[in-house]
Antibody
């Protein structure tokens, strides 16, 4: 059974870079059938798509974050990462990684539990 | 970007009631729409994809309908374990994709 787990610092200072890793177990990100995405939820707010990664390195980003965000595959085929630069308090959120179906409604069919990242000095 | 508007923002109903949640798109998204259930502290769960297809393992009391700009998620008989926030998500012409603002479902 596929499982995803986010990891990374829970506290980041303003203007610094947020870095998170998603570890996939029970599967591999080197598949043509799925994309791999990051979604976040600020406190008390709804879900926001950050971006998505395909196995060949192709990436798509939310235009509102595009200048600050990078999603990439790590050296193993079991991890992918998110970096968000120049963070502010507005980037405080629960960050989720998820597997995304290729095509159709491009839905996310498996999610991690999420990790809270607070931006504060 | 296509905007998704959910209504109501919250609903309170009794166990066994039928609950309907609406999701409207700012432009035609065909049937490129999914629904999720999210409980605090838990991973969101896919309920419905392509507007009306029930994800494997999801109880049959959940159903989705609609196309174009108006979609509906229905819980035919509300159960205590259905207390959660529900989100719609569209991906017409991905990227981008956008979520609705969410609908909180509570037990009366």
């Amino acid at each position: 059974q596929l499982q995803l787990q986010e990891s990374g610092p829970g506290l980041v200072k303003p203007s610094e870079t947020l870095s998170l890793t998603c570890t996939v177990s029970g599967g591999s990100i080197s598949t043509t059938t799925y994309y791999w995405g990051w979604i976040r939820q600020p406190p008390g707010k709804g879900l926001e798509w950050i971006g998505s990664l395909y196995y060949n390195g192709r990436t798509y980003y939310n235009s509102s974050l595009k200048s600050r965000v990078t999603i990439s595959e790590d050296s193993s085929d079991k991890q992918f990462s998110l970096t968000l630069s120049s963070v502010t308090a507005a980037d405080t959120a629960i960050y989720f990684c998820a597997r995304q179906e290729f095509g159709g409604s491009w839905h996310f069919d498996s999610w991690g539990q999420g990790t809270l990242v607070t931006v504060s000095s | 970007d296509i905007q998704m508007t959910q209504s109501p923002s919250s609903v309170s109903a009794s166990v066994g009631d039928r609950v309907t949640i609406s999701c409207r798109a700012s432009q035609d998204v065909s049937t490129w729409l999914a629904w999720y259930q999210h409980k605090p502290g838990r991973a969101p769960q896919l309920l419905i994809y392509s507007a009306s297809y029930l994800q494997t393992g999801v109880p049959s009391r959940f159903s989705g309908s609609g196309s174009g700009t108006h979609f509906t998620l229905t819980i035919s008989s509300l159960q205590p374990e259905d207390v959660a926030t529900y989100y719609c998500q569209q991906a017409k012409d991905f990227p981008p994709l956008t979520f609705g603002g969410g609908t909180r479902v509570e037990i009366k």
